[in-house]
């Protein structure tokens, strides 16, 4: 049995009394729906029996995650002379990537990598 969806293609998969079962790792599939299509191809035990043959799902909807982005000031009073330190910490699971932008009234911070 082999699952197949978009650009994801599973590794063959032996039927145990029928069924098999197949995992799909986090992020394999697209964002938005997504049709899962089994093929199964008889073993040498079956192939006197069956032909091969396929299978569709209905759709799985997939999402992405929204992290959470949690920003700590260093002080929570400054004066306009001085510089202040700001930590921002981007949290979910899988563990995200990217950068992250500070801004607050004409200040823009350039893009910092996580």
Known sequence: MILTSGSYTS???ALVSGSATINIPAGSLAAGNDTLTATYTPD?????IYN?????????????ATPTVAV???SSSITTTQALSVTVAV???PTATGSVILSSGSYTSAATAL
């Open 11 to 13: 590794a063959a998969t």
């Open 44 to 48: 040498s035990n079956s192939s006197s």
């Open 91 to 93: 949290s979910g699971t």
């Open 72 to 74: 700590t000031p260093g």
């Open 52 to 64: 091969s043959a396929t299978g569709t799902s209905s759709a799985v909807t997939e999402t992405k």
